[in-house]
């Protein structure tokens, strides 16, 4: 990876919440994405002079001109990644060299500049450095950081801005399970497609995830967490989850995920998860899985397990598939055993308790 080459500028925040307003905050409920440290970093960009003026500046509102092309063609893409503490104090982040390889195909596949990825993992690492309190230490609990950029062009041609802002806020996350981790229930979406063939699936941007809101209220009213979306063309096999991409495990040890289809995220903690099972010798396959497949193999007891994963929950237990004509699995049956390994595998490594075999941790302070 090649070194970073912006230089940043320092304007620390007049208005930071005092040592224990901060304490009182990390000691209490965080939840996900209800608070925020005090700095963000700012990078800018435009046609002529590529990316400039770095600055890690106070937290706070965004000036934009109402013709700003985000506003109107939704040029904007994201990501999410944390910041974990340590036994001994010191700050680690997992995989960003992955994160900020997909915000550049998310980049370019919504017609913005493209950050280096070196750029990407120092605008982490300045964040961290004035704001590395935030960090909380209780179990399970990180800084959960927000990348993003958005076109900030003053125009309302239909073409690609010739500006735009790179942004990262962060936010002190608790344990995602706060009572333990528990099987969640699935709505399978008949009506909604995620993403379409050739369009923006394979992009994290807030698109994808504006059209998964109305399905999600339909999850919701059928007592279910999670929506899960079939691909596009046929309607009959599994793509991912509304912010999730999906495992199936195997009664004879293999562990089955959808194939990247073009209108699949890649998920980081996805090939994360692909990695450590072919690293305990398991058979791991990428291919197409129909609905179908999933109903009957729960069913006869060929598929003994099903979960979910993703940056923010980092595992999650699928107990439960429903539709508007079926349910198959069972709610209040335990996590699996095969599920619940890979989880503490995973969260332990990211937490410095295992050794990192493949170099993924990085550290910020």
């Given amino acids: 990876m090649n070194a970073a080459a ?8 007049s208005h930071a919440r005092s040592a224990e307003q901060r304490a009182a905050i990390l000691a209490g409920e965080l939840g996900f994405g209800k608070y925020f440290s005090d700095h963000m970093v700012a990078i800018q960009w435009d046609k002529t002079q590529g990316w400039h003026d770095a600055t890690v500046c106070a937290y706070g509102p965004l000036s934009l001109d109402p013709s700003a092309s985000v506003l109107h063609y939704g040029q904007e893409i994201f990501e999410g990644i944390k910041a974990y503490r340590h036994a001994d104090g010191s700050i680690w982040t997992f995989r ?5 390889a997909r915000l550049q195909r998310s980049a370019a596949r919504l017609a913005l500049p493209q950050l280096p990825v ?56 608790g ?3 706060a009572k333990g981790v528990a099987p969640v229930s699935i709505w399978l979406s ?23 809101l109305l399905p999600q209220q339909e999850a919701q009213a059928h007592g279910c967490s999670q929506v899960l979306f079939l691909d596009p063309v046929e309607g009959k096999y599994l793509e991912e989850l509304g912010g999730m991409n999906v495992f199936l495990v195997f009664k004879d040890g293999r562990i089955v995920t959808p194939a990247l289809s073009g209108s699949i995220l890649e998920g980081i903690t996805r090939s994360s998860i692909l990695q450590l099972a072919r690293d305990r010798g398991l058979a791991v396959e990428e291919r197409q899985v129909a609905i179908d497949e999933w109903k009957q ?3 006869s007891g060929e598929i003994t397990e099903v979960f979910a994963c993703g940056t923010a929950a980092v595992v999650t237990p699928i107990g439960e598939l429903k539709g508007k004509d ?23 490594i990211q937490y410095g308790r295992l050794p990192d075999r493949h170099g993924w941790l990085v550290r910020l302070r």
Avoid at 6 to 13: A, D, G, I, K, Q
Avoid at 196 to 203: I, L, M, S
């Fill in 326 to 348: 079926f349910a198959v699995g069972d709610i209040h049956a335990p996590a699996g055993e095969v599920t619940m390994s890979i989880r503490k595998e995973l969260t332990d």
């Fill in 118 to 173: 070196a750029e990407f993992v120092e605008s982490l690492r300045q964040l961290v450095a004035i704001d590395h309190a935030w960090v909380p230490s209780a179990p399970e609990s990180s800084l959960y950081f927000r990348p993003f950029m958005i076109a900030t062009e003053a125009f309302l041609g239909v073409r690609a801005a010739q500006a735009a802002g790179y942004y990262v806020i962060a936010s002190p996350a």
């Fill in 6 to 13: 912006l230089t940043y500028r320092v304007v620390p925040s």
């Fill in 190 to 212: 008949e009506d909604y497609a995620r993403a379409a063939k050739g369009g923006t699936g394979a992009a994290k941007c807030g698109g994808n995830y504006a059209a998964s």
């Fill in 175 to 177: 344990a995602y399970f």
């Fill in 297 to 299: 193999g729960v069913a």
């Fill in 96 to 100: 960003p060299e992955a994160n900020g």
